[in-house]
């Protein structure tokens, strides 16, 4: 069985800096593309980024363009958001997903391609 658990969340003032872990366990990492969704309070989950199997496609939200980057370490069976520059807008609970795929260079940015979740992580950006 896939399990997928989230570390890395925490309090941050405006304008710092956070980086997410998603260890994957049960699977070896490197068939799955991965990708990272957050849900605010009282709003519907949306995507935030993807990386494909080989880590060489990658696809982000126009809201965390440039201050997020995603990226993965397979031999570590582990994925990271290193998120820059946060805004309180940023605050939710953050999701690491994957799903399996024979492309190496797909990524997808929706919830319903993805089959395995965590159980989230809370990120917190004050003004």
């Known amino acids: 069985q896939v399990q997928l658990v989230e570390s890395g969340g925490g309090l941050v003032q405006a304008g710092g800096s956070l980086r997410l872990s998603c260890v994957i366990s049960?699977?070896?990492?490197?068939?799955?593309?991965m990708g990272w969704f957050r849900q605010a309070p009282g709003k519907e989950r949306e995507f935030a980024a993807a990386?494909?199997?080989?880590?060489?496609?990658?696809t982000y939200a126009d809201s965390v363009k440039g201050r997020f980057t995603i990226s993965r370490d397979n031999a570590k069976n582990t994925v990271f958001l290193q998120m820059n520059s946060l805004k309180p807008e940023d605050t939710a609970v953050y999701y690491c997903?994957?799903?399996?795929?024979?492309?190496?260079?797909?990524?997808?940015?929706?919830?319903?391609?993805?089959?395995?979740w965590g159980q989230g992580t809370q990120v917190t950006v004050s003004s």
């Open positions: 997903a994957s799903t399996a795929t024979a492309d190496s260079k797909s990524v997808y940015d929706t919830g319903d391609q993805y089959d395995y």
């Open positions: 049960g699977r070896t990492v490197s068939s799955y593309v």
């Open positions: 990386i494909s199997r080989s880590g060489a496609s990658t």
